[in-house]
């Protein structure tokens, strides 16, 4: 259940760390969107959005009643196919932990499992209703032993390119989950199986399908949407 960290992982997050400090030090960039009055005005939304941010407060439970069909729930991907689970999918979990975690789908499903069904929120407008199963990042962070200096956490996925960056509050609410199971079975393919993450706290594009790294991280990342100009923060 515990391992040392593969090296992979580490340089793919050390390439990505290196690149948004790098950020830091260039002109402004009217094609990149940390840069330049936008830059400006996401910092700020983030600050006025992590002011607002209450760890106690949970999105609303719904009734079965609302459920949206699973067929209507919308589906999405990057590539051009739905990925499938390579063999011997494990979760990592690394970074600044005093156990690095490789975390098979038997070892996630050991861990205390958390239930919710709440109103999904996407960025375009639309909304969809489902419950979603699984262990809380929390757990994970408790398991590993991250670091408190630790304030970022990156979720990466097997799809290619696929990653996104949270804040640590936000990633450890008490309804930021990494969903194994969806309506009661377990998660589809095309939601993201073998697990995604999922939160009551953030839009959808911030909640990654095909999990298969969490890495708790001293500076933020980007994130595959984020890179390309959607806001960093997402909350809800």
Known sequence: M???????????VAARSAGVAGLALTACDPMSPQEGFLGFMERVNERLQRALFDPRRLAPELPESEATPEAAFPRYKIGEEFPEAPAGWALEVGGMVARPLTLSLDDLLRLPQTRYRVRHHCVEGWTAVASWEGPRVAELARLAGADPRARYVEFGSFE????SSWDLESALHPQTIVALGMNGHPLPPHHGAPARLYAGVKLGYKMVKWLDAVMFLPDRTGGYWEDQGYEWYGGV
């Open 160 to 163: 290619e390119d696929y990653f």
């Open 2 to 12: 515990t391992t040392p960290l593969g090296r992979r992982r580490f340089l793919r």
